[in-house]
C-alpha cells in the first residue's frame, strides 16, 4: 500500500515546542491530516491540509507541507502536559483511502 | 451525542472460535472502516464501506469478513481466529469517504487470542 513514514518518539520539555515530521510516498495525495491518540482512547482528529497548501496555523498547531519533498509537519507551540500523546499522520489516497503512519509517541516532560 | 460504539472493548478468546465486533454509528455516515493497530505498525485498514451493502478490501483482510446491511451497523466477523490476529482494532466512520471529512473512531476493541 502507499507509505506514510513518521519517527517514533519524541521527547520534548514542557513549554518548548514539539515538532513531528512525517513522509509519504504517493504525491497524489489531496488531504494530509493529524490524528491524535490519547491512552486507551480511538483517534481524534486534530487538523488537516489540503495538498494546495503550504501552511495552516489552528491556535499552537502549525502544519507545513513541502509537497515537492512529500514531507508533512506539525508543531505544538507551548508543548504542555496534555499534549502527552501518540500523533499519527496520515494521508489520504485516491480520493477515500486514508494511509497512517506508524505513530508518533510524544512524552512531555517537566 | 456523535459517537461510534464497538463492542466489546476487551476480548480474550481461543483459537478457532468464531467472533464478531459489532460497530454502530448514530451520525448517518456512508463510510465506514476496520483499522487495526499494532506496534510499530500504526494503523491498518482491513476492510471499508462506502454505503450500504458496498465493501471492499483494505490492506490487511485476510482472515476478516465485514457486512454492511444497514448504515449504522458494520461488524467485522472473525470466522477462526489465530494468535496473529491478536490486536487493538478501531472502527471508524465519515460523511463519506473522500475530501476533507473527519473519520470518527470508535475506543477501540482490543482482541487478545490464544
Known amino acids: 500500500g502507499e507509505d506514510v513514514e513518521q519517527s517514533l518518539f519524541l521527547s520534548v520539555r514542557e513549554g518548548d515546542s514539539s515538532v513531528i515530521n512525517c513522509t509519504y510516498t504517493d504525491s497524489s495525495s489531496t488531504y494530509l491530516y493529524w490524528y491524535k491518540q490519547e491512552p486507551g482512547a480511538g483517534l481524534q482528529l486534530l487538523t488537516y491540509?489540503?495538498?494546495?497548501?503550504d501552511m495552516k496555523q489552528d491556535q499552537r498547531l502549525t502544519v507545513l507541507l513541502n509537497k515537492k519533498d512529500k514531507h508533512l509537519s506539525l508543531r505544538i507551540a507551548d508543548t504542555q502536559t496534555g499534549d502527552s500523546a501518540i500523533y499519527f499522520c496520515?494521508?489520504?489516497?485516491?480520493?477515500?483511502?486514508?494511509?497512517f503512519g506508524a505513530g508518533t509517541t510524544v512524552t512531555v516532560r517537566a | 451525542e456523535a459517537q461510534v460504539t464497538q463492542n466489546p472493548r476487551y476480548l480474550i478468546t481461543v483459537t478457532g472460535k468464531k467472533l464478531t465486533v459489532t460497530c454502530s454509528q448514530n451520525?448517518?455516515?456512508?463510510?465506514m472502516s476496520w483499522y487495526r493497530q499494532d506496534p510499530g505498525l500504526g494503523l491498518r485498514q482491513i476492510y471499508y464501506s462506502m454505503n450500504v451493502e458496498v465493501t471492499d478490501k483494505g490492506d490487511v483482510p485476510e482472515g476478516y469478513k465485514v457486512s454492511r446491511k444497514e448504515k449504522r451497523n458494520f461488524p467485522l466477523i472473525l470466522e477462526s481466529p489465530s494468535p496473529n490476529q491478536t490486536s487493538l482494532y478501531f472502527c471508524a466512520s465519515s460523511i463519506t469517504g473522500t475530501g476533507a471529512t473527519e473519520a470518527f473512531f470508535g475506543q477501540g476493541t482490543r482482541l487478545t487470542v490464544v
Open positions: 491540509i489540503f495538498s494546495n497548501m
Open positions: 496520515a494521508a489520504l489516497f485516491n480520493d477515500y483511502k486514508l494511509s
Open positions: 451520525m448517518n455516515h456512508e463510510y
